[in-house]
């Protein structure tokens, strides 16, 4: 082998460990692990969509004064499960926004529905409406977890696209566009729900 093969060999080498250093597997990755991670949240917020009609029946029965919380409560159901966001839709953030928005109402529902049967311990004796207050309490922090785990899916892979040598992969290769994470910004969440217990 001569000077001249030695030289071609060692760039060659060079070229292919910058290749494989270059984003070409880890943003498809860093996107795919993100886009599975969303489908958990998805499945985590059908999944109480489908649980809020069983807890209302319940309850109705329960309690004729809580009618008009049930209904607001059914009504962020509909609403929620209205605005659907896609793998594709992940870059819009005006998308995300009108999903967190929707889940946020229906959220904000479903802390004032949880506080006032705690205050009306006749309602909570019902075997059947604590074992749907159990899953619906369970389901609220599968939500929160679920969301928490695609929002570091987000923020791995925005790192990685914009972070050198994987960034030559993400816009020459891949034009990769960042990842919007989901905010969930509940307004009046730092105030504990006041009741108020006197009938009219």
Sequence with gaps: ?????????????LASLGLAACGINSVPTAEENAKAKWADVE???QRRANLIPNLAEVAKGA???ERAIL???TEARAKATSVNVTADDLGNAEKMNEFAAAQSQMSAGIG?????FEAYPQITSTQGYIT????L????NRIAVAIRDYNEAVRQYNTTIRTFPDIIGAKIVHGAEPLVPYEAATEGAEVAPELDMTSN
């Design 132 to 135: 749907l207050q159990s899953q």
């Design 43 to 45: 499945a985590q917020f």
């Design 71 to 73: 209904t607001e409560v």
């Design 112 to 116: 004032r529905l949880l506080a006032s």
């Design 63 to 65: 309690a004729e004064n």
């Design 137 to 140: 309490e369970g389901t609220e």
């Design 1 to 13: 082998m001569n000077w001249i093969s030695v030289r071609r060999f060692g760039l060659v080498a």
